[in-house]
């Protein structure tokens, strides 16, 4: 009964008018629209639109068998399909839009979704590494161009952007989040949103975006993807679901459910999650697309006994549109006719859908985003590599520099390159590019070849991989062939400094990709031993998609550069940071194990009740064989110049609830370069009536600073970052005192306390 109820509210809020400004008058517009059209729909047609077909290459998981061309082709005429997703290409989408529109009944178009995941064909980083430029502008304007490109190629809508927070680097998928923290995930989330959509959804150079995995996803035990998840209601409320409830208040249009588990339902048939917070509690107007075949999934977890089960519950769930199921347009139209599945519920998905396709201007003119001369002029243009190289520069950490090896000296130098991945064009564009042509990143070695003043040697040492590397495939890392550690150490020998680049393949990283070790793969860590041995000066630069646990290489090699997998520029972009030309500023997002039996690590961890050594015995909360922090911090990342911090100053020390809190701290560039900072602010509450984090990102400024300068950054604290949700989701700001930190990293700071009354 309350489900109905809320369902019903639901429905009814959809359709209710409010105040009278423009986008409310194209809404009702919209909404009277969608009204006459879903009139004149037959029950067939209705679940049609909430079909969602895959195009005819690029599978993305396994497909069932019911989903041949011809059947796909016969559904399109019949108006039973109401989006695909993976089809690209002016020519393609003109193409299957044209059937939709030309040949079916009603002539609606399909709305056309692909996974733009970090960039189109022209990529920028992985998101993981974007986030690390702690840059929401560049974020945005990264999602504005690989909306231009996409938008340009006849595409729609993006699944995307990750919101998953996680806290587990085994997990492949981390490659595409913004990492562990909320706080940072949530304006990441937001950036994106507003990258993608832009201010106006009907423009052809915007698209939708579509918020995922709702939810909990990122928590797969044991890190391995598609996992059962077990989380407590208060990380669902304070960590999972922020980013994605800030997403919705950023406007994105879409939604997509996710594969795993919550409290013993699957996410795709889950009221709670579907009905109850996102369209009810949120008052979320857009749609839910399931994740791909989530529906059929729920019969392996073992929710529902058949796929007319699984689509009964799916529906009921609230889940609008059917990825590659083949369910909602097998057994929906039955269930409705047996009375097991009211017509309301398709009514509004149908509603939800239409409306967002009204909004992309789909209806207007359903080839907007079919332009050949577009698709020329924007895809690959000279801007848009500009803007990748940039993100990529931006999103590079320096993890350490001991002795300032770099930056590199520009003339009369030696340098060894060293590592298979040196000169690889295929492993920086990453994981999740579908869309982009194979080698086509510039390697690092191209990259340091544009500086012509030192000699440059490069020695592959061995083989990354010995199978194929796909999307699709498995990797394979049992390489043996020592054969060319010889000539690396020879030229290691000879070099006045060795740049190493080592890591994880591209594909390493991504969907299906968990690991259960955090190293790196191969004969890399006996080749970085081998080379350190005839020449210690070593820059290691790092490619991969996730935090690595590297204790003898943080312990060992003087200067380490975390490159990530960082698209189409990567390579000049390393080469532009190692010689100077860029001075690094990017923060790690995510904690970098000391090995992976530390994993999951993460810096807002709480508390235990014996945090420290009191007694000097076993008893308190610790590893017996390695120190318990991290190898390196979350929001750990340094610059070729140095910054003095000031300690955090606050206007007085006791605040009534509901007054701002500001913080100010000083900020001296003292080093020999300029350079930005991205300057932290976190918190604790001291005492709650449920136990909060040691520590809290609430606040960040990314900082240009010239040599010498000093600039005062100010923070002001609101009850929106000084309470928490308890355990039933209700969210409260609680008097008593906090703590508040500001400083360089979250293992770095000073701090500073005020009671808040
Ligand atoms: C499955 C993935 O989980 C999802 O993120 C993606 O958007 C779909 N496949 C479509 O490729």
């Known amino acids: 009964m309350k489900q109905t109820l809320l369902i019903l509210a639901v429905l009814a809020g959809t359709t209710v008018g409010r105040a009278q400004n423009k986008k409310t008058m194209d809404k009702n517009t919209i909404g009277q629209k969608v009204e006459n059209l879903l009139s004149k729909m037959t029950l067939e047609e209705k679940v049609g639109q909430m079909n969602q077909y895959n195009g005819f290459w690029d599978v993305t998981g396994p497909s069932p068998k019911e989903g041949n061309a011809a059947l796909k082709y016969e559904h399109l005429r019949k108006g039973w399909v109401g989006s695909m997703l993976t089809v690209r290409g002016v020519k393609e ?87 562990e923290d909320p706080f940072l995930g949530s304006k990441v989330a937001e950036a994106r949103v507003k990258g993608f959509q832009g201010n106006d959804l009907a423009s052809p150079l915007t698209i939708a975006a579509c918020a995922k995995h709702f939810a909990a996803y990122g928590f797969a035990e044991a890190g391995r993807d598609y996992n059962t998840v077990d989380i407590s209601n208060a990380t669902l409320y304070n960590t999972v679901l922020p980013p994605f409830k800030t997403a919705k208040e950023a406007g994105v249009r879409t939604f997509m459910n996710s594969f795993n588990i919550l409290n013993g339902v699957p996410a795709t048939g889950s009221s709670f999650l579907q009905r109850e917070i996102l369209k ?73 859908i239409l409306r967002v396709k009204h909004e ?49 000296k520009k003339n009369g130098q030696k340098i060894a390159l060293i590592g298979a991945l ?30 012509k003043g030192n000699t440059l040697v490069y020695e592959k040492g061995a083989d990354l991989t010995t199978g194929k590397t796909t999307f699709l495939d498995e990797l394979v890392f049992n390489t043996t062939d020592r054969s060319g550690f010889e000539a690396a150490k020879s030229a290691a020998k000879n070099a006045d400094v060795v740049v190493m680049v080592l890591g994880e393949h591209g594909f390493q990283s991504g969907e299906g990709r968990s690991r259960t070790n955090l190293d790196l793969p191969g004969l890399q860590q006996e080749l970085l031993e081998e080379v350190y041995k005839v020449n210690p000066n070593i820059v290691l630069v790092l490619n991969n998609g996730r935090p690595l646990a590297l204790p003898w290489a943080a312990e060992n090699i003087p200067a380490i550069v975390e490159a990530w997998h960082l698209g189409t520029q990567a390579g000049n972009a390393v080469a532009q940071v190692l010689y100077g030309d860029y001075n690094p500023s990017g923060k790690l997002p995510m904690s970098f194990p000391r090995n992976v039996g530390q994993v999951p690590i993460y810096y807002n961890q709480h508390s235990t009740g014996r945090p420290v050594n009191s007694d000097n015995n076993v008893f308190w909360s610790h590893y017996m064989d390695v120190e318990k922090t991290p190898l390196f911090a979350f929001g750990h990342g340094l610059s070729y110049t140095t910054f003095k911090y000031g300690e955090p100053k606050l206007g007085k020390k006791v605040y009534a609830k509901g007054e701002p809190v500001k913080i100010a701290v000083n900020v001296t560039n003292t080093g020999n370069y300029d350079g930005k900072e991205v300057v932290q602010l976190y918190i604790r509450d001291i005492a709650a009536s449920l136990s909060r984090p040691v520590k809290e990102l609430k606040g960040f400024e990314l900082v240009s600073l010239k040599k010498g300068e ?29 703590k508040v930190f500001t400083g360089t990293s979250s293992d770095n700071v000073q701090e500073a306390e005020f009671e808040l009354k």
Not at 302 to 328: N, P, R, W
Not at 378 to 405: C, F, P, Q, T
Not at 425 to 450: C, F, H, Y
């Open 360 to 408: 992309l201007g789909l209806f207007d003119n359903p080839y907007k985003y079919c332009d050949e001369k577009r698709e020329k002029e924007i895809i690959g243009s000279k801007a848009n590599n500009d803007a990748v190289l940039d993100m990529a520069k931006k999103s590079i950490v320096l993890l350490k520099n001991e002795g300032n090896l770099l930056p590199l």
């Open 422 to 451: 040196a000169a690889d064009k295929n492993s920086p564009l990453g994981s999740w590019r579908i869309a982009s042509d194979d080698n086509t990143a510039v390697s690092v070695l191209e990259g340091m070849q544009q500086y």
């Open 710 to 738: 000093t600039k005062t950054v100010t923070f002001t604290l609101t009850d929106k970052e000084l309470g928490f949700y308890n355990n039933e989701g209700e969210y409260l700001v609680e008097p008593g005192i906090f």
């Open 280 to 352: 009810g509690k949120w008052g979320f107007d857009g749609f839910i697309i399931t994740d791909w075949a989530s529906i059929r999934e729920m019969v392996a977890h073992g929710f529902a006994k058949d796929g007319a089960e699984a689509a009964e519950k799916a529906v009921e769930a609230g889940a609008d549109m059917d990825m590659e199921s083949h369910l909602y347009i097998a057994e929906l139209v039955k269930l409705v006719k047996e009375g097991k599945v009211s017509e309301k519920l398709i009514d509004d998905a149908v509603r939800r």
């Open 93 to 179: 989408v003109k193409a299957v839009q044209k059937i939709a529109v030309e040949e079916s009944r009603l002539g609606i178009p399909l709305i056309i979704g692909f996974d733009v995941i970090h960039g189109y064909k022209t990529l920028s980083p992985i998101p993981l590494a974007e986030a690390a430029s702690w840059d929401m502008e560049a974020i945005q304007n990264s999602a504005k161009v690989a909306a231009s490109e996409a938008a340009a190629s006849g595409i729609n809508w993006t699944f995307g952007p990750n919101v998953d927070i996680s806290r587990d680097a085994r997990w492949g998928r981390v490659m595409e989040g913004a990492g």
